[in-house]
């Protein structure tokens, strides 16, 4: 004998769990369940499926792209409006397992787009690190970012160490890299341009790859391999080189270096420090340039 009832933020009536599972008896619920016993009844009649269940594979499919795309189960169920048990026993079903279209459709209707995620709930941090550290590769050192963002001294100290983040930190810093990815760092002092270049160097040093060498920041497994254009100039390396820091250079920037060099006066000892190449490989690289002359 049902003698049950759900609490009140339960759907009652709307859905059958209340009734089926957990063995409500309220009116509603009641109604509910033999509205759809005569819908089964009158289809079985006519001859007609009873069942107006969908698959559950593209659900299945939909929740692995929001996992990938770095929306934990804890945020799809709750812009979903559904249970994080609901999304387990979605993704353990048989993909020829069938669900009500109401829940289908809840999931379905969630976007992977992580700036679509309201503020309070949780995504990835991945996206987060990629963006601070790809700015670094461009000289913008994190000091300035997190001034820019107002974040907090222990949001600092812990943005490398999460795996998650509030929705907000994510779309702020977003918004700021769309900002200034492609725009020169502070440096119109000598202390901001000292800080300037030593993120670039460590940047260097640390391998982490600048904002062209990402197609996707959020999505891509890794950036692009920097096989990239060997033609390619890092302007910023070249600028680096000719005040005397040490910076990696391609076999390209190592010639530009030399020839600016070269036009500031420079001596072929001089330069040889720069390039990291004897001076003798730098007399030889100038030549084009000094016949030219």
């Given amino acids: ?18 009734y089926r599972a ?3 008896s309220c009116v509603p619920c009641c109604e509910a369940n033999t509205e759809r016993g005569r819908a ?35 945020t799809i169920a709750a812009m979903a409006r559904v249970t994080t ?19 289908a459709n809840k999931i379905l209707a969630v976007d992977a787009d992580l700036d679509f995620v ?3 709930l949780f995504v990835t941090a991945r996206g987060v690190q990629r963006r601070i550290r790809a700015l670094a590769a461009r000289g913008w050192s994190f000091e ?32 700021l890299y769309e900002e200034i990815w492609n725009a020169e760092p502070p440096a119109t002092t000598l202390a901001e341009c000292a800080v300037r270049d030593r993120t670039i160097r460590r940047a260097r040093q640390m391998g982490w790859a600048p904002p062209m060498a990402w197609d996707d920041i959020d999505a891509d497994e890794a950036p692009d391999a920097v096989e990239a254009d060997p033609d390619l100039i890092d302007e910023v390396a070249v600028e680096l080189a000719l005040r005397g820091h040490r910076v990696p250079l391609s076999e ?41 002359a």
Wanted: with cysteine.
């Fill in 118 to 120: 309201p503020g309070h």
């Fill in 85 to 103: 048990e609901t999304l387990f026993d979605i993704e353990s079903a048989s993909p020829t397992h069938k669900i009500y279209p109401a829940t």
């Fill in 252 to 292: 390209a920037e190592r010639q530009v270096v030399i020839e600016k060099g070269t036009e500031l006066g420079m001596s072929a000892e001089e330069l040889a420090e720069r390039v990291h190449r004897c001076s003798r490989t730098v007399q030889r690289l100038r030549q084009p340039k000094e016949a030219a």
């Fill in 1 to 18: 004998m049902r003698n049950e009832i759900c609490p009140d933020d339960h759907k009652h009536g709307e859905t059958p769990t209340c």
């Fill in 40 to 74: 089964r009844q009158a289809l079985l009649e006519q001859g007609l499926p009873t069942s107006s269940k969908v698959p559950v594979r593209p659900v299945q499919e939909h929740i692995t792209d929001l996992l990938v795309a770095g929306i934990p189960r804890a």
């Fill in 144 to 175: 300035e970012i997190a001034r820019r963002l107002e974040w907090s001294d222990r949001r600092r100290e812990n943005i490398y160490k999460v795996e998650r983040v509030r929705a907000w930190v994510h779309q702020t810093l977003s918004a």
């Fill in 22 to 24: 957990h063995k409500c």
